[in-house]
Structure formats: C-alpha cells, structure tokens
C-alpha cells in the first residue's frame, strides 16, 4: 500500500535545528519532496531529493535520506520564526503520482 | 507568469447539493491534480489529469468526478454531498505527469457543507 507517516507538531526555539521525520511505503518511490505550507496559502516546494541520493544540502536545509528503512527527514539550520508553517513529506509513487503525509505544523517559539 | 486559479475560493452547500470546483493551471502545464486536504489526515489524492485523460485515481467514492478541457482547466464535481466532504480542496499543475516534477499549488477552494 501507499502510506506517509509524519508527527503531527514540533514545537523548537529560535535559532535551534528543527528536524521533521517521515516514513513510507512505497519502495519505488524515485523522488522525495518536502513541501512547506504557511497560513491561508498553497503548498510550495521546498525541497527535494532523489532516491539515489543519500543526503542533500540546501542552504539551511539538510534532508537525509535512509532508503533501506524508508526513512526521510528534512533538517533546518537556525530555524527562525519565519520557518513556523506545515511541512509535508510526498513522496512520488511509481512515478505517477504524488503521495502526502499529515503534513508537521512546525512552532516556533522567539 | 500566473499560477495556479482555483475558483470559488469559498462556499457554503447543504448535505445532498453537488458542487463543481474549477483550476486553473500554470500556462503550458499538461497535468492537474487534486487533493483533498482535512486537519490531521493531510492531503488525500483524488485524481490527475494529463492531456485530457485521467491518469490516476484515489480512494474516494464515485461521487467524485472531474474532467480536464483541452485547454488544460480542469474541474472537480462532487454529487449528494455529506458533511464529511468539507474541507479544503486543492488543485496542482505540473510540467509533466504528477510524480516527476514539482508540483506547483493553487490557494485552494474551502467548502464547507451544513
């Protein structure tokens, strides 16, 4: 089946690292997308990476990939009161697809 | 360039009324999908199209429906509406089909069904 398994609140202070965890299911999943959502507005892109990958780096951004496990995490660096959103783990699904999690409102406290 | 329009943005319906949702997608994106987005059960896929024809489809009763024109917009329907469909409805476009590239979001349309 297809699943997508994120903790529903994190809560950190200003200028500590956030890290979002998130498991799957789908094994042929080729891409991984991390998307952010902030009040009242769409979803946006925020990053990504591809399954062949096992880490990638993005300014403050970090994600870890563990294909073996199923197992993808998205970290942010000096986490700033701007970065309090939701953030959803979508993992593409035999590439036909994109596939959501609960999505992690993430607080951040000043 | 604009993004992705969905309209209406807000309505108010009553159980067993039906209700059409349209998108507009970025220009020159073939594909448009839908998701359903409720608190706590994150974004539940409906379907995708590309190039007119659906392409996938989720878990949701056939009282859900939707059709892509030649020009790309697409709309959703759903019929006999229960309590259960509020929620925020969103639309997405993409370059190619969903799952290979970034999916670009509409605002989305909040219905709420009393």
């Known amino acids: ?110 | 360039k604009a993004g992705v329009t969905q309209t209406p943005r807000y309505l108010i319906k009553t159980r067993g009324q039906q209700v059409t949702l349209s998108c507009s997608p970025i220009s020159g994106h073939r594909s448009v999908s839908w998701y359903q987005q409720t608190p706590g059960q994150g974004l539940q896929f409906l379907f995708e199209y590309f190039s007119e024809t659906q392409r996938n489809k989720g878990n949701f009763p056939g009282r859900f429906s939707g059709r892509q024109f030649s020009n790309s917009r697409s709309e959703m329907n759903v019929s006999t509406l229960e309590l259960g469909d509020s929620a925020l409805y969103l639309c997405a476009s993409s370059l190619e089909q969903a799952g290979r590239g970034e999916l670009f979001f509409g605002e989305g349309s909040r219905l709420t069904v009393l």
């Open chain 1, 1 to 110: 089946g297809e699943d997508v398994e994120q903790s529903l609140f994190l809560s950190v202070r200003e200028g500590d690292s956030s890290v979002i965890n998130c498991t799957y299911t789908d094994s042929s999943s080729t891409y991984l997308y991390w998307y952010k959502q902030e009040p009242g507005a769409g979803l946006q892109l925020l990053t990504y990476i591809f399954s062949n990958m096992d880490m990638k780096q993005d300014q403050r951004l970090t994600v870890l990939l563990n294909k073996k496990d199923k197992h993808l995490s998205l970290r942010i660096a000096d986490t700033q009161t701007g970065d309090s959103a939701i953030y959803f783990c979508a993992p593409s699904v035999r590439g036909f697809k994109t596939i959501f999690g609960a999505g992690t409102r993430l607080f951040v406290k000043a």
